[in-house]
């Protein structure tokens, strides 16, 4: 007679929200941490939901910027220096549609990285949603983890954030006088979003639907994770996708998240300019009431520690990211709030502040 | 009391059929012999009617290779060695675009060259015909000939040439067994028309439309060239739109063809194999006779000088276009012939032999 060997244990199943450059580095830095063996943590899977607002069309090509520098940097593809698009890259496609003056030029396009939009802009072409397409790229670049990982658009739909922009200067603003609407990848990299945003509109998130397993991967997580990107426009637009916000409210999984704010300044990026355009101060705290009716947990810098109350754990730690391990130190601190929040119980009905 | 200067007299309106390689750089040196000064020859403007019957979409770009090849030669960013393609050319996106596994690989796409049909794919997708496209590609180009340049689609409908492929030994042919249909540019590029063909079609030709201003270039002419491109995929597509043969039959032009065969070997490119899947010797004087309804003039080599009876003047002249200097001494033979047969009247009823 023979029995059976035990069923392994299940991974814990771990989903995070992420925005571009500091959300896949967040992400390298967890699958890093995640991977460690003697930690006494459980083996995991992480499933990621991509902010997709930030998605452009430029030349023909559909150009994904967040889901891009996630794939890249999971894969090794990624310019460590820049932290977006793909290292070792050159630009002889770009010279020379600025040669035929092909508009815009502010927005760098790499041959490698053309590559990715062309592949992705014919397969949407051919009619595959965007998440199929994207389970595809991923395939080239397999993620080198022991830990699996899917990436997950958070709509198939076509939802592009714009930007109002606040009448300006012209001359204070290389000849940019404000007082119109543009695409946010203008105002984020030809203006470095120094004219004043009056609104930021994900324009089509309130009409789009989860992206396939969106909605799954919340309701099904152990724990979830909101690593420090944008709050209004990458992590701010995932929530505003309609059921998204409700199931992070609704999953029985702890939800922890990490400061994007240091002191009264963005980690990275220009957060700040999306936070003054919602009328939100630039603090971590301010940032946590963002996601009131969600959050478990809150890592912030020594400086910016407040108390949270009977709802928020909130967990001082180094927040910069400065190198792989300081940002696996980081992400597995926020494993451990999990864990110890999901060991607790913590996440009771009426445990947390209603929106 | 003041009179009016003379009006300058009208430039030699010179209309040319061209595929490809061949053609573009018989077309650079005519335009060479044109810009002569001191010749006799009055001042003229050139109008290209392009083959498109090899075009191809790849990874969802529109490729159109003679357009390219005559437009790149023209404009001075061919790649000499090659004959096709851009000079100093790269290839960051191919070599991305195998490592994602995407096909076909045979068909080598640049950077420079890719930022062309980046262009022409967003512009047609607008809802731009060919001919709209290619005039503003053009505008980058600018031939710097003191003769102005028109370069035409033969059509704006999508015309593909493909090709039935006999079955063959796949031991002979790096695992391809034939017996089944490929596009052109398949049989050309990837099997370098080693396999034969049963039979070469211009799928579309017969339903095509001339494109804008291309049989008006062809009626209005003062003389008319074919460039020794191929007499089955270039010139005998261009021919299989319905109403060009029939102009070149009607107008009052002399027309005067350059041989692209040489003592029973194709000047360069595989049209051996072509004129074989139609049963036509790779002899010049079979390849006149496919023009016999239309042509008036023929320059062959040496060799290959044959009576062409009362209807046809047969000229030997060297045909390698070995260098500008060569090759604009053949375009000039070409025009003179023209000029002689327009004083001479030659082009009259029942000049030629019927189709």
Redesign the interface.
């Known amino acids: 007679m023979t029995t059976a060997p035990p069923a392994p244990p299940r991974p814990l199943r771990v989903t995070a929200l992420a925005g571009g450059v500091g959300g896949a580095r967040f992400l390298r830095g967890l699958l890093t941490a995640l991977d460690e063996t003697g930690t006494g943590r459980p083996a995991a899977e992480l499933t990621v939901i991509s902010n997709t607002a930030d998605d452009i069309t430029l030349?023909?090509?559909r150009v994904c910027p967040d889901l891009d520098s996630v794939m890249y940097t999971l894969g090794g593809g990624i310019d460590e220096q820049r932290g977006w698009g793909?290292s070792e890259?050159?630009s002889?496609?770009?010279?020379?549609?600025a040669?035929?003056?092909?508009r815009p030029t502010w927005f760098t396009l790499?041959?490698?990285d053309?590559?990715?939009h062309?592949?992705r802009?014919?397969l949407l072409?051919e009619g595959l949603p965007l998440s199929e397409v994207t389970a595809r790229?991923l395939q080239?670049w397999r993620p080198p983890f022991r830990t699996p990982v899917r990436l997950l658009p958070m709509t198939d739909d076509v939802v592009e954030t714009h930007v109002d922009l606040a009448r300006v200067d012209p001359a204070a603003h290389h000849g940019e006088a404000g007082g119109r609407r543009v695409h946010f990848q203008e105002w984020w990299v030809r203006l470095h979003a120094k004219v004043p945003a009056e609104r930021i509109e994900p324009v089509g998130a309130d009409a789009a639907r989860p992206g396939p397993g969106v909605l799954e991967a919340v309701a099904g997580a152990d724990v979830v994770l909101l690593p420090p990107s944008n709050p209004v426009v990458s992590i701010g637009t995932i929530l505003r996708v309609p059921g998204v916000r409700e199931a992070l409210r609704a999953t029985a999984a702890p939800v922890v998240g990490v400061s994007p704010v240091i002191g009264g300044a963005p980690v990275r990026g220009m957060a700040d300019a999306c936070l003054a355009a919602i009328g939100v101060p630039t603090t971590a705290r301010a940032v946590a009431a963002l996601y009131a009716d969600l959050l478990d947990g809150w890592l912030v810098a020594d400086q910016d520690a407040f108390d949270g109350g009977p709802a928020l754990r909130v967990l001082p730690r180094p927040l910069l990211m400065s190198d792989t391990a300081a940002t696996a130190a980081l992400a597995a601190a926020a494993i451990d709030l999990l864990l110890e929040l999901r060991a607790a119980g913590a996440r009771r009905d009426g445990d947390r502040a209603s929106a």
Chains 1, 2 share one sequence.
């Open positions: 030349h023909g090509l793909r890259e050159t002889g496609v770009a010279d020379e549609l040669a035929y003056g092909q790499g041959d490698k053309i590559a990715t062309l592949v802009t014919r072409r790229l080239r």
